[in-house]
């Protein structure tokens, strides 16, 4: 399997703009998890999704962003408008149930300047 | 809320040396995950714990978990340059709830 695969890499954008993060999750895996990783902040979770419908978004720090996953083999997360705070890298994960380990995507790295 | 704190924050050692990484949790769990990050690179998975005593161990790498102290550790034996990285652990935030809560990270640098 090729594991999570996100895109873009990496994204610079100007303030205002909205901006689309994207994910493909491993084959067969039913959870779908999205990070933030800051230095002031660390990881923190964001959103997961358990087959395709969200379970808590209690991580999502504002109505500026929203995501979703429209079939067991996409996800997005949205940002608009986008501010230059919410620069950071953003991780999409996966795993199976009952399996217990997280497959992480390589990140996407969102610089709003 | 569930807190998770490691330190050291940042270690520098030498290589050949043993040095142990130390994880607390605030809250009841028995599950507890170790996950290494190379710089500019995602995490990548090196042990799951599930349960008091858990011991495992890859290489020069060995991590135990003591629930009832609710404190993980993960000790690195005779250090060798490619261990440099940043170490994190994560706790599930409850039972029947799938997310984790990261700690702080260790960046660790072996310095030949």
């Known amino acids: 399997d090729a594991g999570v695969i996100q895109s873009p890499r990496h994204e610079v954008t100007e303030m205002g703009q909205e901006v689309t993060l994207r994910c493909k999750p491993i084959?067969?895996?039913?959870?779908l998890f999205w990070y933030r990783q800051t230095m002031m902040r660390g990881l923190e979770l964001l959103i997961y999704?358990?087959?395709?419908?969200?379970?808590?978004d209690s991580g999502m720090p504002e109505d500026r962003f929203s995501a979703k996953m429209p079939n067991a083999s996409f996800s997005t997360l949205k940002i608009q408008p986008s501010e230059p705070r919410d620069s950071a890298v953003y991780f999409c994960?996966?795993?199976?149930?009952?399996?217990?380990?997280?497959?992480f995507g390589a990140g996407t790295r969102l610089s709003v300047l | 809320e569930l807190k998770v704190e490691q330190n050291p924050l940042f270690l520098s050692m030498q290589e050949g040396k043993n040095y142990t990484i130390y994880c607390n949790y605030s809250t009841t769990s028995d599950r507890l995950y170790w996950y290494r990050q190379d710089p500019g690179k995602s995490l990548e998975s090196l042990f799951v714990?599930?349960?008091?005593?858990a011991v495992k161990q890859e290489g020069r790498l060995m991590a135990s978990l003591d629930t009832k102290a609710r404190l993980s550790t993960l000790h690195i034996t005779a250090a060798v340059h490619d261990l440099s990285a940043t170490y994190f652990c994560?706790?599930?935030?409850?039972?029947?709830?799938?997310?984790?809560?990261f700690g702080t990270g260790t960046r660790l640098t072996i310095i030949p």
């Open positions: 994560a706790v599930d935030s409850d039972f029947g709830n799938e997310k984790l809560t």
């Open positions: 999704f358990n087959n395709n419908v969200p379970i808590d």
């Open positions: 994960a996966s795993k199976q149930y009952p399996k217990n380990i997280q497959y």
């Open positions: 714990l599930l349960s008091n005593g």
């Open positions: 084959s067969g895996h039913d959870y």
